[in-house]
């Protein structure tokens, strides 16, 4: 394939763009997706096809979204002949997963995620949650570790309770920096999200438990109470006008010396409710 352009593509750092070069990952990525013949699924940032290539053997369909265009030409080159395989050139946290996939209406999703955007992919993938079932995801060891934290952990944080109120979480395996060319200096695991049908202990206005949530976290070596005292100006008159923070935690029965990283979902949606 001399000149073609997956070989003379030249690599971006900004991209994230680590190759998976272990056939033996991406067997277990695969296998951990398990796709089906009357699904669709995507995949974000096909890359050189390292995953893709099975999930066209596989899946009913697959939609792989890639953003660098000098990847486009080598990806169509090796896919674009199979009937059941889209490639949308697009950058995945302004795509709309919702629409790319029709006329299916929910995939599943897998990725090797570039490390820079992880947390906003993240985001994009809570945001898009109605039309994904289940993703399977590589990202930085440490980012599979704060989604995965418990209350408790010190990795906990604004991201774990966002994750783990919409998704079920299962780390499943870590990989090693030589699995990938060119090789990274962080290490990876492998994440699976099952989306949950509903989000896990409801609000009635869910922006305001994420504005509770993220003013609780905002400066991790603070109590609850103090952060909340301290919440950005339109938070702190809601709280006041529930009798001030720490009535709201009497109220909600959290400790007002207790750190945001040990409260459970269940403790914020109290917290939240009170002030709704
Ligand atoms: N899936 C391939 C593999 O496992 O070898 C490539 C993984 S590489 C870590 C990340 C891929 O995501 C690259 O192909 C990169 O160009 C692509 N990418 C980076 N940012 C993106 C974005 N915002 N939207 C879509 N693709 C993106």
């Not at 290539?53 to 674009?80: H, M, P, S, Y």
């Not at 509770?212 to 109470?225: D, E, H, N």
């Amino acid at each position: 394939m001399k000149g073609s352009p997956t070989l003379t593509h030249r690599l971006s750092k900004r991209l994230g763009q680590n190759f998976l070069n272990d056939s033996q990952i991406v067997d277990r990525i695969i296998q951990a997706l398990d796709p089906k013949s009357n699904e669709t699924v995507i995949e974000i940032g096909p890359g050189r096809g390292a995953l893709t290539a099975q999930l066209v053997e596989t899946a009913g369909a697959v939609v792989a979204i890639e953003f660098d265009r000098n990847l486009i030409a080598g990806l169509l080159e090796r896919f674009g002949s199979s009937r059941n395989f889209k490639l949308v050139h697009s950058d995945a946290l302004s795509t709309d997963f919702c629409f790319v996939i029709k006329p299916a209406n929910q995939a599943r999703l897998v990725a090797n995620l570039p490390y820079n955007i992880s947390t906003a992919i993240l985001q994009r993938l809570i945001e898009q949650r109605s039309c994904l079932t289940e993703m399977v995801l590589m990202l930085q060891r440490e980012v599979v570790e704060r989604i995965a934290a418990p209350a408790g952990s010190t990795d906990r944080g604004y991201l774990s309770v966002v994750v783990g109120a919409y998704c079920e979480t299962e780390k499943l395996f870590d990989v090693a920096p030589g699995a990938f060319r060119p090789i990274p200096k962080v290490w990876s695991s492998v994440v699976r999200l099952k989306v949950r049908p509903r989000i896990a202990f409801a609000v009635k206005d869910e922006a305001l438990l994420w504005r509770v949530v993220s003013a609780g976290f905002a400066q991790r070596r603070k109590t609850i109470l103090n952060n909340l005292r301290s919440a950005p100006p339109r938070l702190q008159e809601l709280i006041k006008l529930h009798g001030g923070a720490s009535i709201v935690l009497c109220q909600a029965e959290v400790d007002l010396r207790r750190r945001a990283e040990t409260l459970t979902l269940e403790e914020w949606a109290r917290i939240t409710r009170l002030l709704e």
